[in-house]
């Protein structure tokens, strides 16, 4: 029998109870202090960013011309957050939201309409190529691979549109009508197979995870930013240019460092499957994951530690590596059965949330240079000094 604490239950906002709280919130708001996570920036421009990485980001580009303030706190969960009353007031009062996008934001649309935002949103994915799994759907992943996320919806609305060409309004009101039942229907099935194989299906959210890909994020945001804020689109775009300075400087010196370690010995087994584009970025093998879901919220089976436990002998894997922001619970029970060590704590990895203030995670820089030095010293090597570009 396996001693793992049961997964936390995924949480759903309550609409109604968040709108008279919100409500309340904001006819206190003359007495409310700052939000945590918030950068002071007098009466300009008020952003509010969904992520810890988000708003690092944000706060890199918009410097001293903006107010931004982050929803998730570090350590946080980004897949199963319930804002605060404060949280909302804060979006609500929001100029400007800036998200990660690519599903990631599941409790957002609720957020929103409890909070009554009305302003821009900006939408970090939108440069960045993301991941994207569905089975059985290799012939149609194959011929998006590539696209960008505004890309792929706009492909996808095509489809949508060629598929009913030609059908008079009642044909396609009828073959709309068929086609829910039908979802409804996989739907329903797909309920009552939960528990015995995790599904892959869908975006993975986790785009900051290569530092090439926060890059074509911070892309993302000056361009929403710069549109949002006309006069102040130079000093964004200046800020925007230094740090994506810093970002390739720090995706070469995570190049230089892998390098160091042979590529069959750069074996990852995390919390769960929150690396893979870093894992792609930098070559390395991916053998498994605690909770084998891109959801940090998860079931996770007596089977699937079984077959983590299996993997990692297999394939030679030294060590399990916990998410800072995770339970290790389970991450130690795996790593005790199979005969390796476990990293977590202060040396796990920087996954969904960056680290508090005064940690080696409290920037997006400072915690993919923590994630590489943990890396490699549990694979044998030391990493290489950064750049003072990275380091700064």
Do not use: K
């Amino acid at each position: 029998m396996h001693d793992i604490a049961a997964p936390r239950a995924r949480r759903r906002l309550a609409v109604p109870a968040l709108l008279a709280s919100s409500a309340l919130a904001l006819g206190l708001a003359g007495c409310a202090t700052p939000a945590d996570g918030a950068s002071s920036a007098g009466d300009g421009l008020r952003i509010v960013a969904t992520t810890t990485q988000v708003a690092d980001f944000t706060r890199e580009i918009a410097g001293d011309e903006a107010q931004v303030t982050s929803l998730i706190q570090p350590n946080q969960s980004s897949h199963s957050f319930d804002p605060t009353a404060a949280d909302l007031q804060a979006l609500g009062s929001a100029d400007v939201l800036v998200i990660n996008g690519a599903g990631l934001e599941e409790w957002l649309d609720d957020a929103i309409e409890a909070s009554g935002f009305a302003g821009t949103t900006v939408d970090a994915s939108a440069e960045v190529v993301v991941r994207e799994f569905a089975e059985g759907e290799d012939a149609h992943a194959d011929e998006h691979a590539g696209e960008t996320a505004e890309e792929h919806a706009a492909h996808s609305e095509e489809e949508t549109a060629d598929e009913h060409a030609g059908e008079t309004a009642e044909a396609h009101a009828a073959h709309s009508e068929e086609e829910t039942h039908s979802e409804e229907e996989t739907h329903a099935d797909e309920a009552a197979a939960e528990g015995e194989e995790h599904s892959h299906e869908g975006e993975d959210p986790h785009i900051w995870t290569s530092a090439t890909n926060a890059a074509a994020m911070v892309d993302g945001i000056v361009t929403g930013l710069a549109e949002a804020a006309p006069e102040s689109a130079e000093a964004f775009e200046a800020n925007a240019a230094a740090y994506t300075e810093r970002l390739d400087a720090l995706d070469a010196w995570i190049v230089e460092s892998m390098e160091l370690v042979p590529a069959e010995q750069r074996q990852l087994v995390t919390n769960h499957e929150a690396f893979g584009y870093f894992v792609e970025a930098y070559g390395l093998e991916y053998v498994g994951a605690v909770i084998p879901s891109f959801d940090d919220n998860a079931e996770v089976s007596a089977a699937d530690i079984d077959g983590l436990v299996d993997a990692i002998e297999q394939s030679g894997a030294s060590a399990v590596f916990s998410e800072t922001s995770l339970s290790p619970a389970a991450a130690e029970t795996i790593a005790s059965e199979a005969g390796v060590e476990v990293y977590s704590g202060e040396d796990g990895l920087y996954g969904d949330s960056l680290g508090p203030d005064g940690s080696d995670g409290d920037t997006y820089i400072g915690a993919m240079v923590h994630n590489v030095q943990v890396l490699l010293a549990a694979w044998g090597a030391d990493a290489p000094e950064p750049p003072a570009a990275v380091a700064d």
